[in-house]
């Protein structure tokens, strides 16, 4: 009943900018934990971000931290990433996840039982 759709994604160079939207249906924000994900060709699923919309609390992967903001608007059942000073090295499909029970650090994809389809975002000159 929970459904997650990523959006936003798409080419720039480097040093640009992009903001990816999570919109869930099917429920509230407020229950749960929203993260994004990212996985590169060969690479396994990193997490990049977690919101607790309960509290607002935020995490940032140390890759991504002073770059990327997560933020959420409840009335619009979407979470956001604002991605500035993108690197070819941010290249990967993102994904929006979402938890209803406790988070651990560092964020692990199997405690996510909701995703969405992913948004390609590619960062080349």
């Known amino acids: 009943q929970l459904q997650l759709v990523e959006s936003g994604g798409g080419l720039v160079q480097p040093g640009g900018s992009l903001r990816l939207s999570c919109t869930i249906s099917?429920?509230?924000?407020?229950?749960?934990?929203i993260a994004w994900f990212r996985q590169a060709p060969g690479k396994g699923r990193e997490g990049v971000s977690c919101i607790r919309l309960k509290d607002g609390s935020v995490n940032y992967a140390d890759s991504v931290r002073r770059r990327f903001t997560i933020s959420s608007d409840d009335a619009k059942n979407t979470v956001y990433l604002q991605m500035n000073s993108l690197r070819p090295e941010d290249t990967a499909v993102y994904y929006c996840?979402?938890?209803?029970?406790?988070?651990?650090?560092?964020?692990?994809?199997?405690?996510?039982?909701?995703w969405g389809q992913g948004t390609q975002v590619t960062v080349s000159s």
């Open positions: 996840a979402a938890r209803s029970g406790m988070i651990s650090i560092p964020l692990k994809a199997v405690d996510f039982g909701s």
């Open positions: 099917g429920s509230t924000l407020e229950r749960y934990a």
